[in-house]
């Protein structure tokens, strides 16, 4: 059965700092990792999307990279900003039946402060 | 913009009342899940349908019942909702597994935040 391990569980940093969440995975068969955000009672918005030939996607400030073998994916941001203050879930997927069917982490809620 | 619209986006119930949430997507997408999110934790999927065919989870506990009348809609319905249904219901599509290359991502809806009183 696929386990998800979210790092840390809750992080509060400064404005302007960099910054790396961590995912970690029990089983590498999966087709594709995703990266998530929540904000309180909202639902998820997709960051990043990494299918699992890839090793590394990016968006403006965000870099999300893939080590399939060794079950880990980290996600980077950059220079954090008030507004990204959420909480941040990977999901592996696996398939079955033509269908990806995800397993998610508990997530990492992030407060990043002026 | 295509999207996933899900209503209503708050829902109270009392104890043992049916309720009927419902999902609407606009993408197109073969694939439609419905997830349970309880606070702090992560999403948990109840099931799924590619097409008209439904996947139930094994743990899916038999009072939660889906039906999908056509690709834009799915509903899901809690036959005697009890205090430990109170949560958050996500539906979400995506795109199909074609010939073993994984395609897209998952798009989310906004949620319905049920109450059971």
């Known amino acids: 059965k696929q386990e998800v391990t979210q790092i840390p569980a809750a992080l509060s940093v400064p404005e302007g700092e960099n910054l790396v969440l961590n995912c970690s995975f029990t089983?590498?068969?999966?087709?594709?990792l995703q990266w998530f955000r929540q904000d309180p009672g909202k639902g998820l918005t997709s960051l990043l999307l990494?299918?699992?030939?890839?090793r590394e996607q990016t968006s403006g400030r965000l870099n999300a990279s893939l080590d399939k073998s060794s079950g880990r994916s980290t996600l980077y941001i950059a220079a954090s900003q008030p507004g990204d203050s959420a909480t941040y879930l990977c999901?592996?997927?696996?398939?079955?039946?033509?269908?990806?069917?995800?397993?998610f982490g508990r997530g990492t809620s992030l407060i990043v402060h002026p | 913009d295509a999207m996933v619209i899900q209503n209503p986006r708050y829902q109270v119930t009392q104890f043992g009342k049916p309720v009927t949430l419902s999902c609407s997507q606009t993408l197109n997408h073969n694939v439609m899940y419905w997830y349970q999110q309880k606070s702090s934790q992560a999403p948990k999927l109840l099931f799924h349908?590619?097409?008209?065919?439904?996947?139930n989870e094994a743990d899916t506990p038999d009072n939660f019942q889906s039906r999908r009348p056509n690709t834009s809609f799915c509903f899901l319905d809690i036959r005697s909702p009890g205090l430990g249904d109170a949560a958050m219901y996500l539906c979400?599509?995506?795109?199909?597994?074609?010939?073993?290359?994984?395609?897209?991502?998952?798009?989310f809806g906004p949620g319905t935040r049920l109450t059971v009183l």
């Open positions: 089983d590498s068969a999966i087709y594709n």
């Open positions: 990494i299918q699992s030939s890839q």
């Open positions: 999901a592996v997927n696996r398939g079955r039946g033509g269908s990806y069917i995800p397993t």
């Open positions: 349908y590619y097409d008209k065919d439904f996947n």
């Open positions: 979400a599509t995506s795109s199909p597994l074609r010939g073993g290359r994984a395609l897209g991502e998952q798009f």
